[in-house]
């Protein structure tokens, strides 16, 4: 089982910038991908970025050039920049743990992730 952590949510300004963080505990999640995902109040929720075991990373359209994703595999973290934030950021950012090893694609469906955290709010005020 493994239970994973988010933070570093927030309010921001428009242009502002944030930092989560995700720290998987229970277990290590070895070579597994992570992602995050996002969930605006009254929508589904959505891919934002996804990182393999080797950094390999893939993007939403709506956040390449503004967010980055990366980890640090011997903290067993995973973090997301967010750059030049916009309203329509505002939404409750999750992260996930894939359910099998890389495979050489992308996971772009929230079906191919399992132990989702409880969530960061990120507001972005204009």
């Known amino acids: 089982q493994v239970q994973l952590v988010e933070s570093g949510g927030g309010l921001v300004q428009v242009g502002g910038s944030l930092r989560l963080s995700c720290v998987p505990s229970g277990r290590a999640v070895g070579t597994y991908p992570m992602c995050w995902f996002r969930q605006a109040p009254g929508k589904e929720r959505e891919f934002v970025a996804t990182i393999t075991w080797t950094s390999a990373t893939y993007y939403a359209e709506f956040v390449k050039g503004r967010f980055t994703i990366s980890r640090d595999n011997a903290k067993n973290t995973v973090y997301l920049q967010m750059n030049s934030l916009k309203p329509e950021d505002t939404a409750r950012y999750y992260c996930?743990?894939?359910?099998?090893?890389?495979?050489?694609?992308?996971?772009?469906?929230?079906?191919?992730?399992?132990?989702w955290g409880q969530g960061t709010q990120v507001t972005v005020s204009s």
């Open positions: 996930a743990v894939a359910k099998v090893p890389y495979s050489g694609r992308p996971y772009y469906s929230e079906r191919e992730y399992s132990y």
